[in-house]
């Protein structure tokens, strides 16, 4: 089948866990479909990143199979017919919904949700208190809800976010496929000697702001308590953009390292991954990634969420700084619960989140996908689109539009 897939920026899997996931969708579904991609912000991104590394990104997505597209949206939808038309987050689908019925009224509308942005900032908004925050999420989940309830499927990366939508949204199926990945050799946790922690996140919006929150609580409240029992105890703090709050935090007890080409050497050579996440959306990639090296993990109720794992099993969950730190500790200290902690957590994802399991749901989804029906717009948005489009054939195209 033909799969048009809208994103507003490239993915970059090796600067976030979405983009890692999603650049691993690509691939499966390219692997057995013709796939297109659209990217509407490609300039701004260059601008961000540069030429050289969108070059690199290209290049990686055409080695996956997947076909770029040039012209932008429009021509996009006009080149061919698709089975379906594939948006990474609501954001983009926002201002092309009806585009996409009347381009292709016989396509399935899917979102890829990536995380419920509305929860994640709500959780924000009760930790805060403040009344931008609320304000921000109560807008976010407007426009948010709004394009899940014309779409035909949304894809969540939780069963906990489907259930969040469902509740919402009972007009419109979801599907969900977690997070990916890739199995790799055990570290040798029980026998690491340095008492090292690594904290691997994002701080790029949406969601950069949960792991600047996680970084400042930590630095604030947490680790001076795990320095007062273990003075060597040192963190590194791996991920970008540079972010001023997170560079703030540097000291003899943090090292701040900013982008890395690879997280590998990092986690190979740590004791302990921390997630002190106290708000946020969605399946943590930094948790799933440390645990499919063998490396335990501690982190919130927040953090494990969607994961389905087992508290004190697969990882360490501490909700206040005190029974944070004293995880962190006991984890330093005892060899044997580093090791045990780590391997459970490394099953956990074999078992759940490997390639081999994703890759089964991902093609039970494609393969059901004319099960659900497609939404139609209404006589007066058809009539809107036609003379949209008309006059940009007109007189539009003479003055930049409609492309």
């Given at each position: 089948?033909?799969?048009?897939?809208?994103?507003d920026?490239?993915?970059?899997?090796?600067?976030?866990?979405a983009?890692?996931?999603?650049?691993?969708?690509?691939?499966m579904?390219a692997?057995?479909?013709?796939?297109?991609?659209?990217?509407?912000?490609q300039?701004?991104?260059?601008?961000?990143?540069?030429?050289?590394a969108?070059?690199?990104?290209?290049r990686?997505?055409a080695?996956?199979?997947?076909h770029l597209c040039?012209?932008?949206?429009?021509?996009a939808?006009?080149?061919?017919?698709?089975?379906?038309?594939?948006?990474e987050?609501?954001?983009p689908?926002?201002?092309?919904?009806?585009r996409?019925?009347?381009?292709?009224p016989r396509?399935r509308m899917?979102?890829?949700?990536?995380?419920?942005?509305?929860?994640?900032?709500?959780?924000?908004?009760r930790?805060?208190?403040r009344?931008?925050?609320?304000?921000?999420a109560?807008?976010?989940?407007a426009?948010?809800?709004?394009?899940?309830?014309q779409s035909?499927?949304?894809?969540?990366?939780?069963?906990?976010?489907?259930?969040?939508?469902?509740?919402?949204?009972?007009?419109?199926?979801?599907?969900?496929?977690?997070?990916?990945h890739p199995l790799?050799?055990?570290?040798?946790?029980?026998?690491?000697?340095a008492?090292?922690?690594?904290?691997i996140?994002?701080?790029a919006?949406?969601?950069?702001?949960?792991?600047?929150?996680?970084m400042?609580?930590?630095?604030?409240?947490v680790?001076?308590?795990?320095?007062?029992?273990?003075?060597?105890?040192?963190?590194?703090?791996?991920?970008?953009?540079?972010?001023?709050?997170?560079?703030?935090?540097?000291?003899?007890?943090?090292?701040?390292l900013?982008?890395?080409p690879?997280?590998?050497?990092?986690?190979?050579?740590?004791?302990i991954?921390?997630a002190?996440?106290r708000?946020g959306?969605?399946?943590k990639?930094?948790?799933?990634?440390?645990m499919?090296f063998?490396?335990?993990?501690?982190?919130?109720?927040t953090?494990?969420e969607?994961?389905?794992l087992t508290?004190?099993?697969?990882?360490?969950?501490?909700?206040?700084?005190?029974?944070?730190?004293?995880?962190?500790i006991?984890?330093?200290r005892?060899?044997?619960?580093?090791?045990?902690?780590?391997?459970?957590?490394?099953?956990?994802?074999?078992?759940?989140?490997?390639?081999?399991?994703?890759?089964a749901?991902?093609?039970?989804?494609?393969?059901?996908?004319a099960?659900?029906p497609?939404?139609?717009l209404?006589?007066?948005?058809?009539?809107?689109?036609?003379?949209?489009?008309?006059?940009?054939?007109?007189?539009?195209?003479?003055?930049g539009?409609?492309?």
């Amino acid at each position: 089948m033909n799969l048009l897939v809208i994103t507003d920026l490239l993915p970059t899997p090796d600067r976030n866990s979405a983009d890692f996931r999603f650049a691993r969708l690509l691939g499966m579904l390219a692997g057995q479909h013709s796939v297109w991609l659209c990217v509407l912000g490609q300039v701004r991104q260059t601008r961000a990143i540069g030429a050289e590394a969108v070059g690199r990104y290209q290049r990686d997505l055409a080695a996956l199979g997947v076909h770029l597209c040039e012209g932008g949206a429009t021509a996009a939808l006009q080149a061919r017919d698709y089975t379906a038309v594939l948006f990474e987050w609501h954001f983009p689908a926002k201002a092309l919904v009806e585009r996409v019925r009347l381009l292709q009224p016989r396509a399935r509308m899917v979102v890829d949700s990536v995380d419920v942005v509305f929860h994640r900032l709500e959780a924000k908004a009760r930790i805060t208190g403040r009344a931008d925050d609320v304000e921000k999420a109560a807008r976010t989940k407007a426009e948010e809800l709004a394009v899940y309830a014309q779409s035909d499927l949304v894809i969540t990366v939780t069963d906990a976010d489907a259930q969040i939508l469902r509740d919402e949204v009972p007009t419109t199926p979801t599907f969900t496929i977690p997070n990916i990945h890739p199995l790799e050799q055990p570290v040798a946790a029980g026998a690491a000697a340095a008492p090292l922690l690594l904290f691997i996140g994002s701080y790029a919006r949406p969601g950069g702001e949960t792991n600047i929150d996680a970084m400042r609580y930590f630095c604030g409240e947490v680790l001076p308590l795990v320095v007062a029992a273990v003075p060597e105890a040192r963190l590194r703090i791996v991920g970008g953009p540079r972010n001023a709050d997170i560079d703030a935090l540097a000291s003899p007890h943090v090292e701040v390292l900013g982008f890395v080409p690879e997280t590998r050497p990092y986690l190979q050579t740590s004791a302990i991954s921390i997630a002190p996440l106290r708000f946020g959306g969605g399946m943590k990639g930094k948790i799933g990634e440390a645990m499919s090296f063998g490396l335990p993990v501690v982190t919130t109720t927040t953090g494990i969420e969607g994961f389905g794992l087992t508290a004190g099993e697969h990882a360490l969950v501490g909700d206040t700084a005190r029974t944070f730190a004293d995880h962190v500790i006991a984890l330093l200290r005892e060899p044997a619960l580093r090791q045990r902690v780590g391997m459970a957590g490394h099953r956990f994802i074999s078992e759940h989140y490997s390639d081999v399991a994703v890759q089964a749901r991902v093609a039970q989804l494609f393969a059901q996908l004319a099960r659900y029906p497609v939404k139609r717009l209404s006589l007066a948005q058809r009539t809107r689109g036609r003379l949209q489009a008309a006059w940009g054939r007109q007189v539009g195209w003479r003055l930049g539009a409609g492309r």
